[in-house]
C-alpha cells in the first residue's frame, strides 16, 4: 500500500492557533486504522511533491501572509489542478483568505490570492474572535474557535461550507461561513478544526485514499472521546 502523502503548507509562518492539530489528526486517524500516511512540510521556496493526495494550510498573522503569499502564487497553477483533479484540501483563516483572489490587510495593502476560492477578504478593525457553531448541510454540526480582523464575501458562485449559528465567520453581517469547491474546503475554525470535527477528518482521509488512486475501506473510530468534546463545547455559553 502507497502511504498516504500529506502536504502541509508553510507550517512555520501559517499555523497558529493549533492548526497543527489538523495534520495530527489526520495522521493518528490514519494510524488507528492501520492507514500508512507521511506528511511533507512545504516551506517557502520547497516544490508540492507530484504525488501530493492532500494539501493543508493553516491561519497566520498578516505578517506571516505576505512572507507567503508570493511563493503561493508560484504555486497557484499546481493546486488549483490539484483541486480541479479531486484532490482533497483543507485551508483555515488565513489560509482560506490567500486561496480566495486577495486579502487587503490594514497594515501591508492588498496580498494578491491565488483565485481557487471565489471570495475576496478585507481586514476590518474589529476582530472577530470565540467560539464558534455552523451548522453545515454536508458535516452538520461544526465546533472551532475563530480569531480574524479579515471579514471575507463571496464573489461570484459559492457554496458555503455553512450557516453560522454561533460567532461571526465569513463577516460579522451575513452569518455565512467558509466555502467549499470540490474536495476543497476553506474555513475561518481553528480549534483545531478536525479534532473537533472528526466528520470532516475523515472524509478528508477517504477524499486523499481516492486521490491516491487506492480503495481503502475507513472502518467507523468509536470516537467517544471526541463526542465527549464536542458535547461539552456545543454545551458552552
Ligand atoms: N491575518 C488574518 C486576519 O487577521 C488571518 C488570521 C488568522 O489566520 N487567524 O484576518
Redesign the pocket.
Known amino acids: 500500500m502507497k502511504p498516504i502523502k500529506l502536504v502541509h503548507l508553510y507550517p512555520e509562518r501559517?499555523s497558529?492557533?493549533g492548526d497543527y492539530g489538523n495534520i495530527i489528526a489526520l495522521q493518528q486517524r490514519m494510524d488507528w486504522r492501520g492507514i500508512k500516511n507521511s506528511v511533507v512540510n512545504i516551506e517557502v521556496g520547497s516544490k508540492i511533491p507530484h504525488d501530493t493526495d492532500l494539501i493543508f494550510i493553516?491561519?497566520?498573522?498578516?505578517r506571516?501572509?505576505v512572507i507567503v503569499a508570493d511563493d503561493l502564487a508560484s504555486k497557484a497553477e499546481q493546486i488549483k489542478q490539484f483541486v480541479e483533479s479531486g484532490g482533497p484540501l483543507l485551508a483555515?483563516?488565513?489560509?482560506y483568505?490567500l486561496l480566495g483572489e486577495y486579502?487587503i490587510?490594514n497594515d501591508y495593502g492588498q496580498l494578491n490570492g491565488i483565485g481557487l476560492f471565489n471570495v475576496v477578504?478585507k481586514?476590518t478593525n474589529q476582530?472577530m474572535i470565540g467560539n464558534i457553531v455552523v451548522q453545515s448541510d454536508r458535516f452538520g454540526k461544526l465546533i472551532g474557535f475563530?480569531?480574524?480582523?479579515?471579514a471575507t464575501e463571496y464573489v461570484g458562485r459559492a457554496q458555503p461550507l455553512g450557516k453560522v449559528i454561533k460567532g461571526f465567520g465569513n463577516n460579522p453581517h451575513d452569518k455565512l461561513e467558509g466555502i467549499t469547491y470540490k474536495n476543497a474546503i476553506g474555513t475561518?475554525l481553528?480549534g483545531s478544526f478536525l479534532p473537533k470535527n472528526p466528520k470532516v477528518c475523515d472524509w478528508l482521509i477517504g477524499k486523499a485514499i481516492a486521490k491516491s488512486g487506492q480503495s481503502i475501506k475507513l472502518k467507523p473510530l468509536g470516537d467517544s472521546l471526541e463526542k465527549r468534546a464536542r458535547n461539552s463545547s456545543l454545551g458552552r455559553p
Open positions: 501559517m497558529i492557533y493553516g491561519g497566520g498573522q498578516d506571516g501572509q483555515v483563516c488565513g489560509g483568505q486579502f490587510s477578504s481586514a476582530r475563530e480569531n480574524h480582523s479579515g475561518y481553528h
